[in-house]
Nanobody, 114 residues
């Protein structure tokens, strides 16, 4: 298994959730790590990304609320989601881009109740 995602669940609006994704050592060190999400009826969208050097990028809809980070010792990327809104409800996927086709982890559902 190349990517394994953990976390998610049901949270009230305004709450916080932490997602983590562990990658194999072979890809983690050189990969751009991303979190995507897909809400029902919507296309999959990029939420946040972090390069191997720690440069981050966020979708406008989550700037200031979500933080992506990587723990190189644990080959793990973490997405901390604060001030959650019902519209953040989606299946969240971690993704690693090295060369060639990206690697995808299994999705994890985050449900934000109003």
């Amino acid at each position: 298994v190349q990517l394994q995602a953990f976390g998610g669940g049901l949270v009230q609006a305004g709450g916080s959730v932490r997602l983590s994704c562990r990658a194999s050592r072979r890809i983690f060190g050189v990969a751009v790590m991303n979190w995507y999400r897909q809400a029902p009826g919507n296309q999959r969208e990029l939420v946040a990304s972090i390069t191997s050097g720690g440069i981050t990028n966020y979708a406008d809809s989550v700037k200031g609320r979500f933080t992506i980070s990587r723990d190189n010792a644990q080959n793990t990327v973490v997405l901390r989601m604060n001030s959650l809104k019902p519209e953040d409800t989606a299946v969240y996927y971690c993704n690693a881009v090295v060369r060639g086709p990206p690697y995808w982890g299994q999705g994890t559902l985050v449900t934000v109740s109003s």
